[in-house]
C-alpha cells in the first residue's frame, strides 16, 4: 500500500461513519482515532487522538443532513489536522452540500457553493475528492485540485444484466435538460437510445412536467438522476413517461439519496418499480424500510481513488 516515505491516516466526522469504516476496510487500514462531538450550546467540538505530523491524512465527510453540523464539523477537523502539521489534508466529500447554488439566477442571489469552496481551501485542504457534483463548474470554484468522481458507471453492471434480454427495448431517459450530459454518458455505456424529459421548474423543490422529447412507448425506461431531494421532480418525471409517453414501466437510479420531506413516501406510492441510490448519504431508517429503494456500495471507487492519489498514480482511469 505504502510507496514511499509518508504513511496515510484516514479520519471521519459523524456525516457518514459507516463509509469511512467500509473504506478503510478494503484498504487494510484502521479509521483514524478521533472525537466530533458538541458542546452544550451547539458548538462543533474535534479531538484528534494520535500524531498526524507528516501524514497524509484523508478526512471523510459528507456535507449532508444536519447540512450545517457537518460542515463545520469537516472544517474544524481539517483546521485541528493542519495545526497538527499533517503533510497533506485531502477533504474526501462523497456528497458536496450547497452545490445547488452554483450560479446566481436572480438579483441579490448568493454563489454558496464557491463561498463552501472558500471556506474548506481556507480551513486548510489541499486537495478535494468527491463525487457527481451538481455542476461539473464547481470544481473551478476551488483552487485546489479536485477530483469529482462518476457514480453512474456503478449502476452499469446491474442494468446491463437486468436488461439484458430486453436490451433493444429500453431506454435511458434525462429526467430534465440539465442532466443530459450525464445521461449521454451513462447511456453511451448501456449502447441504448436516451430520452429527455422537458420540465418547468415554477420554484424550489416545484416542478411542472412539460413535454417528452423522444419515444418511450412501450418500452422499459431507467431514469437516471445525480441526486432526489423531495423526490417531487422525479415521481412527476416517472408517472408523465407512464401516462403520457406510454413507457411500460420505470426504474429510477441516481447517485444521492438526499430524501428529505416526504420523499420515501413519495417514491413508495409512485409508479417507478425499483429505486437505486449511492450509499454516498446514509440511509434513513424509512429509507431502509422502504421495499423500493436499493444502495450500492461506493467504498471500492472511494478506496481506489484515495490509494492512487496516497501513491501519486494517475486517478483519471476512474472516470471512465
Known amino acids: 500500500m505504502i510507496s514511499h516515505g509518508k504513511d496515510i491516516k484516514i479520519f471521519t466526522g459523524n456525516s457518514n461513519p459507516e463509509l469511512a469504516k467500509a473504506i478503510c476496510q478494503r484498504l487494510g ?73 452554483d450560479r446566481k439566477t436572480k438579483p441579490r442571489d448568493p454563489i454558496s457553493a464557491k463561498l463552501v469552496a472558500n471556506l474548506i481551501t481556507h480551513a486548510g485542504a489541499d486537495r478535494l475528492l468527491t463525487m457527481d457534483l451538481h455542476a461539473n463548474q464547481i470544481q473551478g470554484f476551488f483552487d485546489i485540485p479536485v477530483d469529482n468522481l462518476l457514480g453512474a458507471p456503478l449502476f452499469v453492471d446491474y442494468f446491463k444484466q437486468k436488461y439484458a434480454a430486453v436490451h433493444d427495448e429500453t431506454i435511458i431517459v434525462s429526467p430534465d435538460v440539465g442532466s443530459v450530459a450525464r445521461v449521454r454518458s451513462f447511456a453511451q455505456k448501456m449502447d441504448m437510445p436516451m430520452a429527455i424529459v422537458d420540465k418547468r421548474r415554477q420554484k424550489a423543490n416545484v416542478s411542472e412536467v412539460m413535454n417528452i422529447i423522444g419515444d418511450v412507448r412501450d418500452r422499459h425506461v431507467i431514469l437516471l438522476d445525480d441526486m432526489v ?25 441516481a447517485s444521492h439519496g438526499v430524501l428529505s420531506g416526504e420523499a420515501v413516501k413519495r417514491i413508495d406510492e409512485s409508479c417507478i418499480q425499483e429505486m437505486f441510490f449511492l450509499n ?38 476512474l472516470f471512465q
Do not use: W
Open 29 to 101: 487500514l484502521p479509521l483514524g482515532n478521533s472525537e466530533t462531538k458538541t458542546f452544550s450550546d451547539g458548538e462543533s467540538s474535534v479531538s484528534i487522538y494520535e500524531t498526524v505530523r507528516g501524514s497524509d491524512v484523508f478526512v471523510i465527510q459528507s456535507t449532508c443532513t444536519p447540512v450545517n453540523d457537518n460542515l463545520m464539523d469537516l472544517l474544524i477537523m481539517i483546521d485541528a489536522l493542519r495545526r497538527a502539521s499533517a503533510g497533506r489534508i485531502t477533504a474526501v466529500i462523497p456528497y458536496f452540500g450547497y452545490a445547488r447554488q
Open 280 to 317: 454516498t448519504i446514509p440511509a434513513s431508517p424509512a429509507a431502509q424500510a422502504c421495499s423500493k429503494i436499493n444502495f450500492v456500495d461506493v467504498s471500492g471507487v472511494f478506496a481506489e481513488a484515495i490509494s492512487r492519489i496516497f501513491n501519486e498514480t494517475s486517478v483519471s482511469p
Open 229 to 253: 431531494d423531495t423526490g417531487g421532480s422525479l415521481c412527476h418525471a416517472a408517472e408523465a413517461l407512464v401516462k403520457i409517453g406510454g413507457a411500460r414501466d420505470v426504474v429510477a437510479a
